[in-house]
């Protein structure tokens, strides 16, 4: 495996469903971020890791609990969501510490909730 | 705060034509990055070309270059010889360096959506 990858690629499940969302990179790099990408809106940034801590989360709901296990994984926990949370969750990871500080995405995980 | 502003929702390009997406920014600081973005149909994100702000020269990756004016705080790209495969959805985004213990955060426009005709 190279790069980003995420599992699943799609997700559909009912409102009382408790499901995660994995990420993984290869890269090396020390920093993981999850976004949430809706149709006709800018890429949202949920939250991000960096060496393993949270270093923001962007007033996300409590339904959705990031996991940093170590610096190559990244989950997604999902529990009692609501169906406006249907959208394409992308993963993405980068070097910090030292610019020009790119992201390299994964393929993403499109989720429905019914 | 830093704000991205990419104004044509949707472009669309004649196969083998030269298309210019644009792109403006809104910041107060002198040292950031700026990148361009392609989101395909299979939704991978990919990293197309990145200008660090003080480097006055225009960033090249093949077809692809970028037109940097920082004192207008322009950042269009430039797709030359267009190819079907380069319909995607075009993102530009925007980096503020990190400060001490404080990581910039990469801030992203609404994209432009680019079609290739045959």
């Known amino acids: 495996e190279t790069g980003v990858t995420q599992t699943p690629r799609h997700l559909v499940m009912g409102m009382t469903n408790k499901k995660s969302l994995k990420c993984e990179q290869h890269?090396?790099?020390?920093?993981m971020y999850w976004y949430k990408q809706s149709a006709k809106k800018p890429l949202e940034l949920m939250f991000v890791?960096?060496?393993?801590?949270?270093?923001e989360n962007n007033s996300v709901p409590s339904r959705f609990s990031p996991e940093c296990p170590n610096s190559s994984h990244l989950f997604l926990h999902l529990h009692t969501l609501q169906p406006e949370d249907s959208a394409l969750y992308l993963c993405a990871s980068s070097q910090e510490g030292q610019g020009p500080y790119e992201q390299y995405f994964g393929p993403g995980t499109r989720l429905t909730v019914t | 705060a830093q704000t991205v502003t990419q104004s044509q929702p949707e472009m669309s390009v004649q196969e083998a034509e030269t298309v210019t997406l644009s792109c403006t920014y809104d910041t107060s600081e002198s040292d950031y990055y700026l990148f361009w973005y392609k989101q395909p149909p299979s939704r991978q994100m990919i990293l197309v070309i990145r200008?660090?702000?003080?480097?006055?020269q225009n960033a090249t990756e093949n077809r692809f270059s970028v037109n940097f004016q920082k004192a207008a705080k322009s950042f269009s790209l430039k797709i030359s010889d267009s190819q079907l495969g380069d319909a995607a959805m075009y993102f530009c985004a925007y980096r503020s360096p990190n400060y001490g213990g404080s990581q910039g955060n990469l801030i992203f426009g609404k994209g432009t959506k680019l079609s290739v005709k045959p």
């Open positions: 200008q660090e702000a003080y480097k006055q």
């Open positions: 890791y960096n060496f393993k801590e949270q270093t």
């Open positions: 890269l090396g790099h020390n920093a």
